[in-house]
């Protein structure tokens, strides 16, 4: 699920102020058309082009020479010679990517970047506001406030096409600008989940409430634990790359591992709910009780229990390991049947390293 929030607004506005506090969601990521511009001005057909033009690909010295003539012509132009390269770069850039995505466009209505948009959002002030507010940005403020206020749109025109006003002049304090903004966008946020265990190896057990909290979520993070003082078979690396060979079906899964707490990771993911699998009785009384724990730490982030299918209560990573290490120790060339609890393509896994560990136990049995 991916929605694009478009935010513009006149220099001095407070749209930067506005984006910056946004990004504290994890679930929010940003594309900032200036920064893109500056890092356009290295790119050796944008340097021709205002070779072309100006006789200066040099950022201050263009700067300058606009100031001096204040001939809106010169910014729209320039605005012509970065408006595709842009957009070029957020088609690459926004593609993959999920969740609420704010493009930072102080020209988004001149350069029709708001046909991207799924939202618009227009900030909107005074002039005289808006110049007090960016007065200490440069020794000659003035100038180039009014050269860039007479080469954007009017606020007028703007608002015509804008989904929604914020007028940032009557509310002075940043945070009501950000209550407003955040009724706007939070109905587009991703429901996101994470699911969590130790997954040596994956089961098909965990797949069933993977693929099942999948479809309930928009974004789900399957979170490998990694704890220091457990013994794991496959390293968290393999279990990573199994998981993701695993659920390779699914559009909507996130593969991370963590060290700390699950209450952290699901933070650090923007996660609103942990989803726990219920296998039998014992799984409830266990969940019900961690979930009593995480609820008195943090009752914003909801555990969502899921039912495993029947065929999977006898599932666990334990006991397909215990199988195969007691069937290949008494017979390594036999083949247990362990495809109800996993894949083929995670028992071959299993089985090399299974042989590797093997033969390091022989190798340092022979050197001792």
Same mark, same amino acid.
């Given at each position: ?34 920064a ?13 082009q ?7 690909? *040099?950022? *201050?010295?263009?700067?300058?020479l ?9 910014? %729209? ?7 595709r390269?842009i ?6 850039w ?19 970047m ?34 860039i ?34 009724q ?21 057990? %965990? ?21 220091? @003082? ?18 390779? %079906? ?23 709910y ?38 999977? @209560?006898?599932?666990s ?13 008494? *017979? ?24 590797? *560990?093997?033969?390091?136990?022989n ?6």
């Open positions: 699920m991916r929605t694009i929030v478009g935010i513009t607004g006149k220099i001095g506005a407070g749209k930067s102020t506005l984006i910056k506090s946004l990004c504290d969601d994890p679930n929010i990521q940003v594309f900032d058309c200036d893109v511009v500056m890092s356009l001005y290295d790119d050796p057909h944008i340097k021709k205002l070779n072309d033009k100006f006789k200066s690909a *040099d950022r *201050d010295t263009l700067r300058a606009f100031i001096k003539q204040q001939n809106t012509i010169h910014l %729209h132009d320039i605005n012509k010679i970065f408006a390269p957009y070029d770069f957020f088609i690459q926004v593609r993959g990517r999920q969740g609420v995505i704010l493009i930072d466009a102080p020209m988004l209505f001149e350069n029709d708001d046909g991207l948009c799924d939202v618009t959002i227009q900030l909107s002030a005074t002039a005289a506001t808006r110049l007090t507010r960016i007065e200490d940005r440069s020794e000659r403020t003035g100038e180039l406030f009014n050269l206020n007479a080469h954007q749109w009017s606020d007028a025109r703007r608002e015509e096409k804008a989904d929604f006003t914020l007028n940032t002049e009557t509310y002075v304090p940043v945070y009501h600008i950000v209550y407003l903004a955040n706007i966008i939070d109905p587009y946020l991703p429901k996101v989940a994470i699911y969590a265990g130790s997954f040596d190896p994956i089961t098909k057990g %965990h797949l069933d409430i993977i693929e099942k909290a999948a479809i309930l979520f928009d974004i789900l993070y399957v979170a490998v634990g990694i704890n220091e @003082q457990k013994t794991h078979l496959l390293t968290s690396k393999t279990r990573m790359e199994l998981i993701e060979t695993e659920t390779s %079906h699914l559009t909507n899964i996130n593969i991370v591992c963590y060290s700390d707490v699950l209450l952290a990771a699901a933070r650090r993911c923007g996660a609103s942990m989803v726990r699998g219920i296998r039998n009785e014992a799984d409830v009384i266990n969940e019900m009780s961690m979930n009593g724990i995480h609820n008195a730490a943090d009752s914003s982030i909801q555990t969502i229990f899921i039912p495993a299918d029947p065929k999977y @209560q006898y599932v990573s334990s006991a397909a390991k215990v199988l195969l290490t007691s069937h290949t120790s008494n *017979d390594p060339k036999g083949v247990v049947d362990v495809s109800w609890m996993i894949s083929d393509n995670v028992r071959q896994q299993l089985m090399i390293q299974q042989i590797h *560990d093997h033969s390091n136990d190798s340092v049995t022979a050197n001792s």
